[in-house]
T-cell receptor
Framework: GAVVSQHPSRVICKSGTSVKIECRSL??????MFWYRQFPKQSLMLMAT?????????EQGVEKDKFLINHASLTLSTLTVTSAHPEDSSFYIC?????????????FGPGTRLTVL | RKEVEQDPGPFNVPEGATVAFNCTYS??????FFWYRQDCRKEPKLLMS???SGNEDGRFTAQLNRASQYISLLIRDSKLSDSATYLC???????????????FGKGTKLSVKP
């Protein structure tokens, strides 16, 4: 149990285009989902916390107008990278908080590798 | 001081060796601690939570020292399949409620050789 999927797994796009990444909790409901970004040889950095039915909370330095987050249901959160540029190329990983566990464990999706040309 | 610090390694060890990873964290109010494992170009996967009394899961033993703000992971009888990057993770949430805001260390790379 506690499976999180992400789609797509890999995307290559031209500079200036928008890219939408989906994160789904497949066998549990997740009131809260998180979006992380990992650059090569760097640690995962939290970008934003996505709460079902309300606005996302963004970490300092993350542009909310560039990284649009929608959490319309208890099993789906989407991250849209608008007007992507080469510096947005990164590994984007979502996680979903399983509130049914004792410690509210986060389960991670397999990640989306974004390459902006 | 970085929030979560780890020795980046790499640790190159032979099969069967015992290897220990250390981690320090800066936020004394942190309540939850974890070790995650991340394979190359993959997502992190929870290896084990770390409890105050220390805990063991098979070949893996985790220790927490709150006074020193120090966490450790010991791997005994290492296997080739243990080769990965081990991430020390601390929750950044100061108040109750959602765990959220996990703070990740950069990870320690382990390479187990035949």
């Amino acid at each position: 149990g506690a499976v999180v999927s992400q789609h797509p797994s890999r995307v290559i796009c031209k500079s200036g285009t928008s890219v939408k990444i989906e994160c789904r909790s497949l066998d549990f409901q997740a009131t809260t989902m998180f979006w992380y970004r990992q650059f090569p040889k760097q640690s995962l950095m939290l970008m934003a916390t996505s709460n079902e039915g309300s606005k996302a909370t963004y970490e300092q330095g993350v542009e909310k107008d560039k990284f649009l987050i929608n959490h319309a249901s208890l099993t789906l959160s989407t991250l849209t990278v608008t007007s992507a540029h080469p510096e947005d190329s990164s590994f984007y990983i979502c996680s979903a908080e399983h509130s049914g566990t004792v410690t509210d464990t986060q389960y991670f999706g397999p990640g989306t590798r974004l390459t902006v040309l | 001081r970085k929030e979560v610090e780890q020795d980046p390694g790499p640790f190159n060890v032979p099969e069967g060796a015992t290897v220990a990873f250390n981690c320090t964290y800066s936020n004394s109010a942190s309540q939850s601690f974890f070790w995650y494992r991340q394979d190359c170009r993959k997502e992190p996967k929870l290896l084990m939570s770390v409890y105050s009394s220390g805990n063991e899961d098979g070949r893996f033993t985790a220790q927490l020292n709150r006074a020193s703000q120090y966490i450790s992971l010991l791997i005994r009888d290492s296997k080739l399949s243990d080769s990965a990057t081990y991430l020390c993770v601390v929750n950044g949430q100061l108040n109750g409620g959602s765990q959220g805001n996990l703070i990740f260390g950069k990870g320690t790379k382990l390479s187990v050789k035949p």
